[in-house]
């Protein structure tokens, strides 16, 4: 069974700390690695990984794929009270699967 | 911006009858997903579609469940005798073809099966 893995499962930082999250998965077909922000309504669109060692950047937020080690980390710099959501890392298969890990829990105290 | 949408936001139905959630995906857009959550769990991937036909699905998505573009801009999830375990929110989202960039999820139905 495809898994991904996340950790860890929640974390509190406070206003202005950078948080690193980690995202682990299994490479039976991969096509793309996702990252997406889950406040109490839909997911909302990060960044999509496809290729190894390049780095996406949205303002404080940036994430990389390593493909030989079979890892994703996101990163936030600078965390603010509104970066408090659940991030989810989702792996794309070529077949158009999609496997979600169990989030990561961002707590931003002020 | 463009954006998915859906309809209804909340469907209330009882057990055993049939519902019909629909989803109209960003223009130009290739691939379509439907996925749920269940209350306080995780997201949960049913099915993919692309070139009007199913691309792969879970083992959620059984025989009570289908998809379909009945005029090439909806999206359809169909799920023929609704069970109580089937209340969740379910959510569409498409990707754009070519470069595979992005993956937009729609706002979301809530169904609740009495």
């Known amino acids: 069974e495809d898994k991904v893995v996340q950790s860890p499962l929640s974390l509190v930082v406070h206003e202005g700390d950078t948080v690193t999250l980690n995202c682990s998965y299994e490479?039976?077909?991969?096509?793309?690695l996702l990252w997406y922000k889950q406040e109490k309504k839909a997911p909302t669109f990060l960044f999509m990984l496809t290729s190894s060692g390049i780095e996406k950047k949205s303002g404080r937020l940036s994430s990389i794929l390593d493909k030989k080690e079979l890892f994703s980390i996101l990163n936030i710099t600078a965390t603010q009270t509104g970066d408090s959501a659940v991030y989810l890392c989702?792996?794309?298969?070529?077949?158009?699967?999609?496997?979600f890990g169990d989030g990561t829990t961002l707590t931003v105290k002020p | 911006e463009p954006e998915v949408t859906q309809t209804p936001s909340h469907q209330v139905t009882q057990m055993g009858q049939e519902v019909i959630l629909r989803c109209v995906p960003i223009s130009n857009h290739l691939y379509f997903y439907w996925y749920r959550q269940i209350l306080g769990q995780k997201v949960e991937f049913l099915v993919s579609f692309y070139n009007n036909e199913i691309s792969e699905k879970s083992e959620i998505f059984d025989d009570q469940f289908s998809v379909e573009r009945p005029d090439g801009s909806n999206f359809t999830l169909k799920i023929r005798s609704t069970k109580l375990e089937d209340s969740a929110m379910y959510f569409c989202?498409?990707?754009?073809?070519?470069?595979?960039?992005?993956?937009?999820f729609g706002p979301g139905t809530r169904l609740t099966v009495l």
């Open positions: 989202a498409t990707l754009t073809g070519g470069s595979y960039n992005e993956q937009f």
């Open positions: 490479v039976t077909n991969f096509r793309s």
């Open positions: 989702v792996k794309n298969t070529n077949a158009g699967k999609s496997t």
